[in-house]
């Protein structure tokens, strides 16, 4: 059974003038999670199959603040990046997916598990009680459906998001792969993500280890 849509009256839409051009702004209030969240245009995507697509997780620290503990900011930048150089894609960005789900508040208490502990990400959350992911991409499935995307290339390391979109009955044509070089800063967590969460994290495999990088994000 398919997902109820976005009512139009939830909807808003305007050019978005950027450092790195202009996109179209689609910011959309859910149906379901009732959050409001923003889907990033670029170029004409109403029927094409095999749109450049990322879903983007609200990460606070990472996206504003740029902090290194995470991939996040660098994945977001560069995945506005490889839509811009593609000529057409989507962003979506995903409110209320702070710390996968769990929130800021307890995102941050989880970090000083990890810093004071040696607790991993995955670990740090379910000592205080919360669960590890709990995530929905149905927002980003109802905005894409209401773009008139047809199928997508789905920018992440993650599988399951490749999951989550087809179990909503949108294609997933490919996964490109969105790699973030290796540095003390952001090894622990993407070493938990590779053997914790199952993400595709090639790039940890002989991984020398530096500064934190500044640098063009692989993808």
């Not at 849509?5 to 939830?10: F, H, K, V």
């Amino acid at each position: 059974m398919r997902d109820q849509g976005i009512d139009q009256r939830d909807i808003a839409e305007a050019d978005l003038r950027t450092r790195r051009g202009v996109f179209r702004a689609v910011a959309f209030r859910d149906p379901v999670d009732g959050h409001e969240h923003m889907a990033l245009v670029r170029g004409d995507v109403r029927g094409r199959g095999d749109v450049l697509v990322r879903m983007h997780s609200e990460c606070m620290t990472g996206d504003i603040f740029a902090a290194t503990r995470c991939e996040c900011g660098d994945q977001l930048g560069a995945a506005l990046d490889a839509i811009v150089r593609e000529g057409a894609g989507v962003l979506v960005y995903l409110r209320g997916h702070e710390g996968r789900g769990i929130g800021l508040v307890a995102k941050v208490r989880t970090h000083v598990l990890q810093d004071d502990h040696g607790l991993d990400t995955v670990d740090s959350a379910t000592a205080i009680g919360l669960p590890v992911d709990i995530r929905d991409y149905g927002p980003a499935a109802r905005v894409l459906r209401y773009l008139g995307v047809r199928s997508v290339r789905l920018m992440s390391n993650n599988p399951d998001k490749v999951r989550a979109l087809e179990s909503r009955g949108l294609h997933v044509a490919s996964r490109v792969p969105l790699l973030v070089p290796v540095s003390t800063d952001n090894v622990r967590y993407l070493t938990a993500k590779r053997d914790r969460l199952g993400h595709d994290l090639p790039q940890l495999d002989g991984a020398v280890l530096g500064e934190p990088p500044v640098g063009e994000v692989r993808w």
